[in-house]
């Protein structure tokens, strides 16, 4: 069985309007090397208002159907080229197209192939020839579903434009581009997933959306805190997780959010973790988001450079603050910077 990057890719596309406002501008993408079927589908689909792109011939189709980002995939099940409950697998474990609902198309309706489908992440199954009313309805049906979680991302654009405005009063302004920028090359040297990288560069966003329940006069306090302003201080990493929750598709936020507080030795906060009970990319945004604070400048105190910096951070470390093999990772790699 050849793999899913060697071939070539022809695609087809089409469009009609319909009265279907709501998915006029839905995309389908067909996989299929049936022309015949290819052929049906298009025309059946096209009568609805859909865009349709035809794929005969496959290549480089995960990075095509990311490009596209199609409200639909129909996948026959019959593909020479590539397995194609493989291909689906590989679809809905991928985050970029995860979401994508997945209709596969037989001509053989099996418990077998039922299962397969449920197996490889697929919505449905659909047997050949293709019937007009149960393909429009089970399509219609998917990329509704689809649009409504993808109502849920438009809550992300909120929740930046409420994370802007937190770090427009922060003394620390900008300081999220910042980390933002220096996560995506640590990550990349760890070896992290894009999808790691991801979820840190938005925690960088997010890490202290919390903070917008405290009052300025503890936030931007010049002094010493009293005991009641540093515990409502620490309050800000639990209403900062329960404001981010709609965020469906970024779940691996949540704990970067909550724990980027955490110690090594169980003394920070919000839960008293420890060790590896704190989660990994909770640390690595930890140590971003100190090495970050010591080194820019703040109104009771000027930037430190690297060096001085990273002394401040290797002494927490010895006194059980931080993970030591993480902070032998980081200091290698500010200093590989410099270099």
């Keep these: 069985m050849k793999e899913v990057d060697e071939f070539p890719l022809a695609t087809k596309i089409g469009y009609s309007r319909s009265n279907n406002f709501n998915l006029t501008a839905a995309k389908i993408l067909i996989v299929d090397e049936n022309p015949l079927s290819r052929m049906t589908a298009f025309d059946l689909l096209s009568l609805d208002g859909y865009e349709v792109i035809e794929v005969d011939q496959i290549t480089t189709i995960l990075d095509s159907v990311t490009t596209q980002q199609p409200d639909l995939i129909l996948l026959d099940v019959m593909m020479r080229q590539v397995d194609s409950y493989e291909f689906c697998r590989q679809l809905k474990t991928d985050y970029r197209t995860a979401n994508i609902p997945i209709v596969l198309t037989t001509l053989t309706d099996s418990r077998e192939s039922r299962i397969k489908v449920m197996e490889a992440g697929g919505d449905d199954l659909l047997i050949k020839p293709l019937n007009r009313i149960e393909l429009s309805t089970r399509v219609k049906s998917l990329i509704n579903q689809k649009r409504l979680n993808e109502g849920v991302d438009q809550a992300e654009q909120v929740l930046f434009t409420i994370a802007k405005a937190v770090d427009s009063r922060s003394a620390n302004r900008g300081g999220s581009i910042r980390v933002a920028s220096l996560i995506r090359s640590f990550g990349t040297y760890l070896g992290l997933t894009p999808e790691e990288i991801d979820n840190l560069v938005f925690a960088a966003h997010l890490h202290d959306i919390g903070t917008i329940a405290i009052p300025d006069a503890v936030m931007l306090k010049a002094g010493a805190l009293t005991t009641e302003e540093r515990e409502l201080i620490t309050q800000h990493v639990l209403v900062g997780e329960e404001i981010c929750q709609p965020l469906r598709n970024r779940s691996g936020v949540l704990p970067i959010i909550r724990h980027h507080h955490e110690r090594w030795d169980g ?67 500010i200093r590989s910077q410099a270099q």
């Design 267 to 333: 003394t920070g906060y919000p839960d008293g973790l420890s060790g590896t009970e704190i989660p990994y990319l909770a640390q690595i945004f930890q140590v971003i988001d100190i090495y970050d604070a010591l080194t820019s400048d703040r109104p009771h105190k000027k930037a430190y450079d690297p060096t001085s910096a990273l002394q401040i951070i290797i002494e927490e470390t010895q006194k059980g603050w931080r993970n030591p093999a993480l902070i032998d990772e980081f200091t290698a790699f």
